[in-house]
């Protein structure tokens, strides 16, 4: 089983500012697997970045992702206000189980 | 417009059952696989059990193997999720969702690119 860690567990930032959400894998993965989900309270999760990199339909360009192997990274260029959320990184791998980081939460500052 | 709508959510007892339904609409449902997700009270995501588009494969976490089925009916759009011996612990929002894929050759990719809003569910006496 992958596991997911996500650092930092909270990040205080203000509006403006980047933010840069780090997500390792316990052992190397397909890139094609690392997903960025967004969830804010009371609603479900909402799919931001697939195969670590690509922004899903209708995702502002001030998010993006990058990585590969163990290491992968969420960034948000310049923070909008509703950009603060709770954010989870998952393994959809070839096999289950599939796996979430931990996750970690976006406060404003 | 893609729209999962979950229900079935209740309180019970602990040792009892609940079967949970998810009511698919606006896409072509036989053609996708589909899962439950849960979430814990003030926790993270637990991705719980899965069904491929033809329902002729599931797959289930160690947590719930045993006690939770998964199935789906194409005919009705609808994916279910049969939970018996439930404990406290299985208490948590219940999402179904969509599962994106694309493969080139060996190179897969997959997401939940379509969410539910989600279904309550409480053991507790």
């Known amino acids: 089983e992958i596991v997911l860690t996500q650092s930092p567990g909270t990040l205080s930032l203000s509006p403006g500012e980047r933010a840069t959400l780090s997500c390792r894998a316990s052992?190397?993965?397909?890139?094609?697997?690392l997903v960025w989900y967004q969830q804010k309270p009371g609603q479900a999760p909402r799919l931001l970045i697939y195969?670590?990199?690509s922004r899903a339909t209708g995702i502002p360009d001030r998010f993006s992702g990058s990585g590969s192997g163990t290491d992968f990274t969420l960034t948000i260029s310049r923070l909008e206000p509703e950009d603060f959320a709770v954010y989870y990184c998952?393994?959809?791998?070839?096999?289950?189980?599939?796996?979430f980081g931990q996750g970690t939460k976006l406060e404003i500052k | 417009e893609v729209q999962l709508l979950e229900s079935g959510g209740d309180l019970v007892q602990p040792g009892g059952s609940l079967r949970l339904s998810c009511a698919a609409s606006?896409?072509?449902?036989?053609?996708?696989?589909m899962s439950w997700v849960r979430q814990a009270p003030g926790k993270g995501l637990e991705w719980v059990s899965g069904?491929?588009?033809?329902?002729?494969?599931?797959h289930y976490a160690d947590s719930v193997k045993g006690r939770f089925t998964i199935s789906r009916d194409s005919s009705k759009n609808s994916l279910y999720l049969q939970m018996n011996s439930l404990r406290a612990e299985d208490t948590a929002v219940y999402f179904c969702?969509?599962?994106?894929?694309?493969?080139?050759?060996?190179?897969?990719?997959?997401?939940?690119?379509?969410w539910g809003q989600g279904t309550t569910v409480t053991v507790s006496s």
């Open positions: 969702a969509r599962r994106y894929y694309y493969a080139s050759g060996s190179y897969e990719v997959k997401a939940f690119d379509s």
């Open positions: 606006g896409f072509t449902y036989s053609s996708y696989a």
């Open positions: 069904i491929s588009d033809s329902g002729d494969i599931t």
């Open positions: 052992q190397s993965v397909s890139s094609g697997y």
């Open positions: 195969a670590a990199s």
């Open positions: 998952q393994h959809y791998g070839y096999s289950p189980p599939y796996t």
